[in-house]
């Protein structure tokens, strides 16, 4: 039997289901306005939904297979009878999906049922509205080579993920297949959008966004990954130069964000060193911008596969590696050997040490300023990791380079902390 449905409830859904027949009978009727006048409009997409609310209140399930085998039959009928040669049949679909959001609106079982369908048909309204610039884009803009890749790419993601344990194995309990692959996944999607930026952007300007969000996700595989870019393009050392600088800098107020939430003490104790290196990798980085370019400006981003994993599995296996030497020492020495931990298991991973390290500042187990010097050593020591792997991707010129750009924000960072 159908659940109760209160009255404000009710209307409320009804309310929303309007809502949804609006926003997708106006596109509708924006687009076959100056063309076909005959096709459904705002009337027609509003009296679906409500239709589809309706059908989800009453709960009856041969009256909404019914209410919707209807309307597909009406739309079927009339796109038939009116069809051009070229027509398509996306204001027929456009009924049925609005049927079925103005279902899911109101139909009680399903918790938060109307702000996902809000939320859909919004993403639905911006996908028919874009219907030029999509169409561009999939006939122009993207190659056999890239729609592969991209497939390729999702795969990993979306299957080999899921399909791996959870939980941790081996010594120490260092192997952890799924904390492993979001590092493999990382590598892979920063290698993965820094590639379309390039294209549709521009070297400069996909770069520096590419370094932007390297920064937010992880510096180590942005660095690896600018490495390999380096290898294959030389002539945009330059470019990977300042985008590298830039990921890196990122990486401070992002570190000082996850201070804040485990540890305001801690956090406010380390504003100055991180304010001093984020401030010295800004102007390093603007400093390279002021430099003469080393590309030839009829250099153009090579069309190919966008999705490199080979790169990201060898990461990944450097990662678990020294997970294991992390936690090996951690578990051998344990709070006597802080700095010496910080700086092993900061190579790895800045972001658990820093969590890690202001845990143990807020129960009492470490002296404040012993913290932010542990923080600021794992920060050291994943730059020289960094650093390493410049080198090994991209080559002594790019290693020196990176080398360069890390010890100016450094020595920004030792100068505040020591004087302070």
């Known amino acids: 039997m159908a659940a109760a449905v209160e009255l404000p409830l009710a209307l409320q859904s009804i309310a929303e289901t309007l809502l949804i027949g609006l926003l997708v009978g106006i596109q509708r009727e924006g687009i076959h ?7 459904a409009g705002v009337r027609d997409f ?15 399930s041969w009256l909404t297979v019914a209410a919707l085998l209807a309307i597909t039959i009406l739309v079927a009928v009339f796109a038939f009878k009116e069809s051009a040669p070229d027509a398509g049949v996306t204001t027929e679909l456009a009924t049925v999906t609005t049927f079925c959001l103005g279902f899911l609106t109101a139909y009680p079982g399903i918790p938060s049922g109307a702000v996902v369908a809000i939320g859909t048909t919004i993403v639905v309204v911006a996908l028919l509205e874009a219907k030029k610039n999509l169409h561009k884009l999939i006939r122009e803009g993207i190659t056999e080579p890239e729609f592969n890749g991209t497939l390729r790419f999702l795969a990993v993601i979306f299957i080999i993920y899921p399909l791996l344990p959870a939980g941790k194995f081996g010594p120490y309990g ?16 920063i290698s993965y959008a820094g590639y379309f930026l390039q294209k ?5 300007k996909g770069l520096k966004l590419t370094g932007v969000l390297g920064g937010l ?3 180590t595989a942005a660095t690896a990954s600018f490495g390999k ?3 294959e393009e030389p002539q945009q050392l330059g470019a990977y130069w300042q985008a590298t600088v830039i990921a890196n800098t990122v990486q401070f107020p992002r570190v000082l964000a996850l201070l804040y939430v ?12 991180l304010a001093a290196m984020t401030a010295a990798g800004l102007v390093f980085a603007w400093v390279l911008s002021r430099l003469p370019a080393e590309a030839s400006p009829e250099h153009k981003v090579p069309v190919g596969n966008p999705f490199r994993l080979i790169p990201a599995l060898k990461y990944g296996a450097v990662f678990a590696a020294l997970l294991f030497l992390s936690k090996a020492a951690a578990a051998r020495y344990g709070g006597q050997a802080v700095l010496a931990t910080s700086a092993l298991g900061g190579s790895v991973d800045v972001d658990s040490i820093s969590v890690a390290v202001a845990d143990l500042t807020g129960a009492g187990g470490l002296p404040l300023e012993q913290a932010v010097a542990s923080v600021l050593i794992a920060l050291l020591a994943n730059a020289i990791l960094k650093t390493v792997l410049a080198g090994v991707e991209g080559g002594r010129a790019f290693a020196t380079r990176v080398a360069a750009g890390f010890a100016a924000m450094f020595a920004a960072g030792a100068a505040v902390y020591l004087l302070l």
């Open 217 to 219: 996700a992880s510096t």
């Open 33 to 39: 306005s100056a063309t076909v006048r005959h096709k």
């Open 46 to 60: 509003v009296l679906i939904a409500v239709s589809g609310g309706i059908c989800g209140l009453l709960q009856v």
């Open 229 to 231: 870019g380096v290898a």
């Open 262 to 273: 485990m540890n305001p003490q801690l956090a406010g104790r380390s504003v100055p060193a």
């Open 174 to 189: 260092f192997f952890e297949a799924r904390r492993i692959w979001i590092f493999v996944i990382l590598v892979s999607t």
């Open 200 to 204: 549709f952007l521009g070297e400069g």
